[in-house]
C-alpha cells in the first residue's frame, strides 16, 4: 500500500489504446508501481500516445474539472524525476490540462526544471536540477490565475482563464523513437506525496 490516496485519479499507461485504469487499488504494472515509498511511473519512448500527441505518458488525471475562474484549485507534489531519455532529455512531471490543450507543466529539459505553458517557458525553478532530487511543487489556480511554489518559493503568477481543467501528475516523456532515442530509454518519476483540494 502507498501513502498516496489514488482515489479521484485515472491512470493512463504507453500501452494498449493507450490503456486507462480506474481502479488503482493494489494495480502494478512495468509502467506503474505503488510501494510505500510512493509512486513510480515510467513511459517508454516507443510507448503508445495518446490522441493528438506524438510522445508517451504514464500519468495520473484528476477524474474532478473544474475553472481557473471559480473556486481555489490547489495540487501539491513532493516527487524526484530519475531518468531521461538519451538522445533528447526532456520530461513532463505535472500538468493542469483544460478542455483543449495544457494549461501549465512541469518540466525539465536536461537539468533545467522550468514551468511552461503554451509553448513558452513562464518561470525558471532550478537552474542545475540533479536527477533523483526530490522536491516540492505546489500549484494553486484561483481568480483566473496560476502560482507555482517550488520548494516553499513563489516562483510563478500567470494569467490563464480556463475551463474544463484538471491536474496531472506523473512521467510525460517528452521524446520518441523519430527523435532518435531507442527502445528502452524512458522517462522516469518518482512521486513521494501528492494531494488535492478543491474549495
Not at 12 to 38: N, Q
Not at 161 to 172: D, M, S
Request: with cysteine; aromatic share 8%; proline share 5%.
Amino acid at each position: 500500500m502507498t501513502n498516496v490516496d489514488l482515489r479521484g485519479w485515472k491512470l493512463t499507461l504507453p500501452v494498449g489504446k493507450p490503456d486507462e485504469i480506474r481502479d488503482l487499488a493494489g494495480f502494478k504494472s512495468e509502467h506503474f508501481e505503488s510501494g510505500p515509498d510512493g509512486l513510480l511511473f515510467r513511459a517508454p519512448v516507443e510507448g503508445v500516445t495518446t490522441k493528438g500527441s506524438s510522445y508517451p505518458r504514464c500519468e495520473l488525471r484528476e477524474l474532478a474539472l473544474w475553472s481557473t475562474e471559480s473556486g481555489t484549485h490547489t495540487m501539491s507534489i513532493t516527487q524526484a524525476i530519475t531518468r531521461l531519455p538519451a538522445r533528447k532529455p526532456h520530461v513532463v512531471a505535472g500538468q493542469i490540462h483544460d478542455a483543449r490543450d495544457d494549461v501549465i507543466m512541469i518540466r525539465l529539459e536536461g537539468k533545467t526544471l522550468f514551468v511552461e505553458g503554451g509553448g513558452k517557458d513562464l518561470g525558471l525553478l532550478d537552474p542545475a536540477y540533479a536527477l533523483g532530487t526530490f522536491f516540492d511543487v505546489k500549484v494553486v489556480a484561483a481568480a483566473s490565475r496560476i502560482r507555482v511554489a517550488y520548494n516553499g518559493a513563489d516562483k510563478v503568477d500567470v494569467e490563464r482563464p480556463a475551463v474544463g481543467c484538471y491536474f496531472k501528475a506523473g512521467v510525460y516523456t517528452q521524446s520518441n523513437l523519430e527523435k532518435g532515442d531507442v527502445a528502452g530509454e524512458r522517462g522516469e518519476v518518482r512521486i513521494r506525496a501528492l494531494s488535492v483540494r478543491h474549495e
